[in-house]
């Protein structure tokens, strides 16, 4: 388990790497200085996708192993023969290997939109724009937030006035939560600057 925790920390770090690089150009567009404070809850937040990533990553073989082993035993008992046992095994790896990419792709989208919020809200930023992958797979409750104005302190509502006023999420149908928060979400949280902007009458 260590060994798989100090994996997913090095996973992590490259993940918590490129969205502070992002993060950067962000920033540096908006306001032409370029920044990057001390982030004391990163080591945090990476320990903490590690220990979760390890125990998924760790429950995979587990899960395989007792599957193969009971797909052998009910195969002997039924008469199959070993060429037919053995396609199920070989099935059941493909499925195991499908999941785990899943479960990565999931994650790494998890921690990148956490680490979005975290290095926004540490700037101040308090609103963002919901960004999808504008294709045919994106789902209709976060398709109906794209381009809607959206709040890191409540993520039931929504704005399509700039802020003026705030609507429930579920009146038309959109995701209650942040981009990366759903399984398999794709969708960025744009940063909205305008009001930090404002604040340093920039």
Excluded at 3 to 22: S, T
Excluded at 59 to 83: D, F, H, K, N, W
């Amino acid at each position: 388990v260590r060994r798989l925790e100090r994996r997913a920390i090095d996973i992590g770090a490259a993940i918590a790497d490129f969205n502070g690089r992002q993060w950067q150009r962000v920033v540096q567009a908006a306001i032409g200085v370029d920044i990057f404070k001390r982030e004391p809850w990163l080591a945090d937040q990476l320990a903490s996708f590690a220990a979760e990533n390890a125990q998924l990553i760790r429950s995979l073989p587990e899960q395989a192993l007792t599957q193969i082993e009971g797909m052998a035993q009910r195969g002997v008992r039924t008469g199959q023969s070993a060429r037919q046992i053995s396609a199920e095994i070989q099935e059941r790896f493909q499925t195991t290997r499908a999941r785990a990419d899943l479960i990565a792709r999931d994650q790494t989208a998890k921690l990148n939109g956490q680490l979005t919020q975290l290095r926004q809200q540490q700037a101040g930023v308090e609103t963002y724009i919901w960004r999808t992958g504008r294709d045919e797979r994106v789902r209709d409750s976060h398709d109906a937030l794209a381009g809607m104005l959206c709040r890191w302190d409540d993520p039931t509502v929504y704005s399509d006035d700039n802020g003026q006023t705030w609507k429930s999420r579920s009146s038309i149908g959109g995701f209650i939560g942040h981009p990366g928060e759903d399984f398999q979400c794709r969708c960025i949280a744009e940063s909205d600057v305008s009001a930090v902007l404002e604040s340093l009458g920039i």
